[in-house]
């Protein structure tokens, strides 16, 4: 992956000081002060005290030209109807520039990330917060748009490109005015998706949408696909250790095809298009001194979707997997926590703040954003999320998967349609239950992959901070040596050496 980026320091100065009315020389320190998974940022102080941020994308960041002048737009019309994002100062979609570089100039956030501050919160700041977050989220499902994408300035699209106006109000009287075109979701760019013809958006209907996804995969399989093992080693064995055809993955995303005509919901307010944020991290949240929600940064990648698809408790956020946040028991510390000693409480504590978090989540949304709770708490809407997202995923030598959503959906056909009487596709009582065995042990496999990364350290890239990459790397070595050694045969031990799943490797897109 290509992220050392050659640029002009000092006319990156210039471009930020012209942006805010000033000079170089007004500029008394320049520093790096992040790198995140796809762009460097830097921090500009003047000498009134001012600060800018910079953020310039790697140049293996996806998609090109589009990520940039979309984020931007995005920003801008988010501003506009009070969510609180920093404002741009000056910004480039392209390399042709002095600076050498596309970037992304904004005004400084003030204020900590709640990813800081949020383990030493009293509960009432914690519910605070939680309301707040929810009360933004209500502003943004009451924004109304013609149609699903993402949100660029009118005058930036080629006339060539598919577009569709966003109606002028009084929040976006500007010169420019904003539409909707392509999306820049990640995956519609990921390992040369942007060399396929695809229908990237707008999209008029869930069902273009629902089709979209997988009519651009399997145009990606055809075209690039080939016999290849799981990525996850630990699913190898449950396909004999035998590489998988993508034959098999496009007949699912056929079958899908035939089913997508019923996925859409019937109810026209269930498929109301609708902007979320696509990554609402404790990271991406700032919280001021006096406790209000300073800034929310990161909104790369945001593509407005129907509903039924976006209602979700936010992945960091929820707490599934815990019977008393599934049922929304409310949180309360162990009995005998007084007596435990600092070790268990700390862990004692940290279960009750994720409980804490999930349960006022859905409290404040059932209160606040009645439209999102609604559609979230609907089983069916779950069903078609899940089959959606799972067509969607890149084919990475799992044949699994897609078709054990499948034979779920047509399990529950009455609930996706109950106007027709069966569903379009249908598998053996012999495959289907040789595909649910698999994918249960797959699931299984993903629970303890998922112990690993949590007991290392990492997430699911396998990305880990700075200050704490030593201290993962230690504990990788120490849990590969003990299971290394827990191997009963020298094959056995051969066999979990070229398994192992953290190994260094290529990163590629």
């Not at 000033?22 to 009134?48: C, H, M, P, Q, W």
């Amino acid at each position: 992956m290509a992220r050392r980026l050659y640029f002009n320091v000092n006319e990156l100065c210039r471009v930020i000081a012209k942006s805010v009315g000033k000079s170089n020389a007004d500029i008394t320190l320049f520093t790096k002060v992040a790198e995140g998974g796809s762009y460097r940022i830097f921090e500009a102080t003047f000498r009134n005290g001012f600060k800018a941020i910079a953020r310039l994308p790697y140049p293996s960041t996806i998609p090109r030209d589009y990520g940039i002048a979309s984020e931007v737009a995005t920003m801008d019309f988010l501003r506009r109807h009070g969510i609180p994002v920093p404002k741009i100062l000056d910004w480039s979609s392209s390399t042709s520039n002095k600076v050498g570089s596309e970037y992304i100039v904004m005004e400084r956030v003030q204020g900590k990330e709640l990813a800081i501050t949020w383990h030493t919160m009293t509960f009432k700041e914690r519910m605070a917060i939680i309301q707040k977050i929810v009360d933004i989220e209500r502003v943004l499902f009451e924004v109304k748009f013609p149609s699903c994408g993402s949100i660029y300035f009118i005058d930036y699209l080629d006339v060539s490109v598919k577009s569709v106006d966003i109606p002028d109000t009084n929040s976006l009287k500007t010169a420019r005015g904003f539409c909707i075109g392509p999306s820049t979701e990640y995956l519609w760019w990921y390992q040369r998706r942007n060399e396929l013809p695809a229908n990237r958006g707008p999209w008029n209907s869930s069902e273009e949408l629902l089709r979209a996804v997988a009519e651009r995969e399997i145009m990606w399989l055809r075209r690039f696909g080939e016999r290849r093992y799981p990525r996850e080693p630990l699913y190898r064995e449950f396909y004999g250790h035998q590489k998988v055809d993508p034959q098999v993955h496009i007949s699912h995303l056929s079958d899908y095809l035939k089913v997508t005509s019923h996925l859409a919901p019937q109810a026209k307010q269930l498929n109301v298009p609708t902007i979320r944020h696509p990554d609402l991290s404790p990271s991406n949240i700032f919280i001021s001194n006096s406790g209000d929600i300073a800034g929310i940064l990161d909104w790369q990648h945001t593509t407005i979707l129907p509903i039924f698809l976006q209602a979700k408790i936010p992945k960091h956020f929820q707490n599934y997997g815990d019977d008393d946040s599934e049922i929304l028991r409310r949180p309360k510390l162990a009995e005998n926590f007084a007596t435990m000693n600092d070790s268990d409480r700390e862990i004692e504590m940290e279960v009750y703040r994720r409980r804490q978090v999930h349960y006022y989540y859905v409290g404040y949304t059932s209160q606040l954003n009645k439209p999102h709770f609604h559609a979230m708490g609907k089983y069916d809407l779950v069903l078609r999320s899940q089959l959606y997202d799972t067509a969607s995923r890149p084919w990475e030598g799992d044949k699994t998967s897609l078709q054990a959503e499948l034979i779920k959906t047509i399990s529950r056909w009455s609930e996706i349609d109950s106007v027709a009487d069966n569903p379009p596709i249908h598998y053996s009582s012999a495959e289907t239950e040789e595909c649910l065995e698999r994918d249960a042990k797959q699931k299984n496999a993903d629970e303890q992959m998922q112990q690993l990364r949590d007991f290392i350290g990492i997430n699911i890239e396998g990305w880990v901070s700075k200050e704490e990459f030593e201290d993962a790397r230690e504990k990788a070595k120490l849990i590969k040596l003990e299971m290394a050694e827990s191997a009963g045969t020298e094959e056995e031990r051969k066999e979990f050496e070229e398994h192992w799943p953290f190994q260094d490797h290529e990163e590629i897109d």
